[in-house]
């Protein structure tokens, strides 16, 4: 039988309230033991699922703080075990004396992410929602907190069954007939299996085709400035942000480093890159600034080009033209728009698809590169919850589609049917990963070691 854990579930900081979270076989008796609820029932015998006031006592019966306590009974909890938590109030001091109360009683500190491991392991949930708990709470976006929890619901766990199922019929199938032989067993027809199979083939190619936003959408579009020396690259930051992020002054070159940070516009998060403005120089600092600009640019999904609409094109502005053309996505941004005009920009129009005409001094055209910004990276088609948002996830369908792909090529070169099962089993071994069917212990255990301590 399980020990019992308890944990603070909540950020260790000031808050209006504060939650101990307990899961195991003791729950009960720890309750009574520092819960006494104001109706004089201990909390063991209170209505489950129902908030209970009471008083919080150390062991010599003073009062820690006034609380609610409410009781999960399992196995219908978020555990499958017995599960509690006391809704204290949000002091950090009230919250660690309360955990203590409950080690020095019998329970044990959980580990990170130990709530839901146990969860998954007493079948409440599948390994992908699991992992949608995890992703739900490191949400940076209302669309990752959708995703999530679309996940969280099972819309990719059942996507993935599906999969599994129809490959388990197929395997099934071939067992009989590689079993037994001599048997009188009605055989799948050829066309049929492939059709199965291509089937297969082409949910799963669908399925791997949303990672690469599912990534972006989770960990941000690497997005990167680029441009030469005091053409604004700073000063629109700082106007995305909306605060004094990096030092603007009229010194071309103030820039010697990449500057980063995190932003929202609308639903896509940008991993925004300032760098330093491209040019040759003899400075050998600013030489290492360029080449670090250089480097951010081979590493960004959008580069937004920066030149002055006050002058004329530059061998400078060349150099910085020919690097945001090696960036997949490329919005070129003409900045200082509130200055009488020098720039050509119907022939820039003509060159690039997307010229945007913007003063990061005054604000002039901000929401209408924000707004490009955005249509840059279109929400797609699937369904709320099904993108595959970590490499584990890629993974595992990648081996899966890789297995079906040579078992349908087996088939329709007449390869014998044991080749043909033994690729539908490796498929189904990555499913069973990918879900948590067939996973070994030790890849559990740190894939739950990256949560939160209380979750």
Do not use: W
Request: include cysteine.
């Amino acid at each position: 039988m399980p020990d019992t854990i308890a944990a603070i579930a909540t950020a260790r900081a000031p808050s209006a309230i504060g939650i101990l979270r307990l899961s195991g076989p003791d729950t009960k008796a720890l309750l009574d033991a520092v819960f006494f609820p104001a109706n004089g029932r201990p909390m063991s015998r209170q209505t489950p699922r129902t908030m209970v006031y009471g008083r919080v006592l150390d062991g010599e019966g003073r009062v820690l703080d006034n609380a609610l306590c409410v009781l999960f009974p399992g196995p219908d909890s978020y555990t499958g075990e017995d599960c509690a938590e006391i809704h204290c109030h949000g002091s950090p001091v009230v919250l660690n004396e309360g955990l203590k109360l409950l080690l020095d009683r019998g329970a044990r500190q959980a580990k990170g992410g130990e709530f839901t491991q146990r969860a998954f392991l007493n079948g409440r949930m599948d390994l992908l929602q699991a992992e949608a708990v995890a992703d739900i709470i490191d949400a940076e976006t209302a669309e990752t907190a959708r995703n999530a929890a679309g996940q969280l619901e099972g819309v990719l766990s059942r996507s993935v069954q599906a999969v599994y199922d129809t490959l388990m019929d197929v395997t099934s199938r071939f067992y009989a007939i590689v079993d037994y032989p001599d048997e009188d067993i009605e055989d799948l027809q050829r066309e049929q299996l492939l059709d199965a199979l291509r089937r297969s083939e082409n949910k799963l190619t669908e399925l791997l085709a949303t990672f690469s936003r599912g990534q972006l959408m989770k960990q941000g579009v690497p997005t990167v400035l680029l441009g030469k020396p005091n053409v604004g690259k700073s000063s629109l930051l700082n106007a995305l942000v909306g605060y004094d992020r990096a030092i603007v002054t009229d010194v071309a070159g103030t820039t010697r480093d990449t500057v980063e940070e995190k932003l929202t516009l609308g639903r896509v998060l940008l991993r925004l890159t300032d760098t330093a403005g491209i040019r040759q120089s003899g400075d050998a600092v600013e030489q290492l600034g360029v080449a670090r600009s250089r480097k951010a640019a081979e590493s960004a999904s959008l580069a937004l080009l920066l030149l002055d609409g006050s002058a004329p094109l530059e061998e400078q502005d060349q150099e910085a033209i020919a690097l945001a053309e090696t960036v997949p996505h490329l919005l070129v941004v003409v900045n200082k728009c509130d200055l009488p005009g020098r720039l050509d920009i119907g022939a820039l129009a003509d060159r690039f698809d997307n010229v945007l005409s913007v003063s990061a001094k005054t604000g002039e055209g901000m929401t209408a590169l924000c707004r490009a910004i955005e249509e840059q990276f279109p929400a797609g088609t699937q369904a709320q919850g099904e993108l595959l948002t970590n490499a584990r996830q890629a993974n595992a369908v990648s081996r899966a589609l890789s297995s079906v792909k040579s078992a349908r090529a087996a088939l329709e070169t007449g390869m014998t049917p044991d080749v043909v099962l033994t690729d539908g089993e490796s498929a189904l071994e990555a499913l069973g990963e990918l879900n948590g069917k067939h996973i070994r212990e030790d890849l559990v255990d740190t894939i739950f070691s990256r949560f939160c301590v209380g979750k």
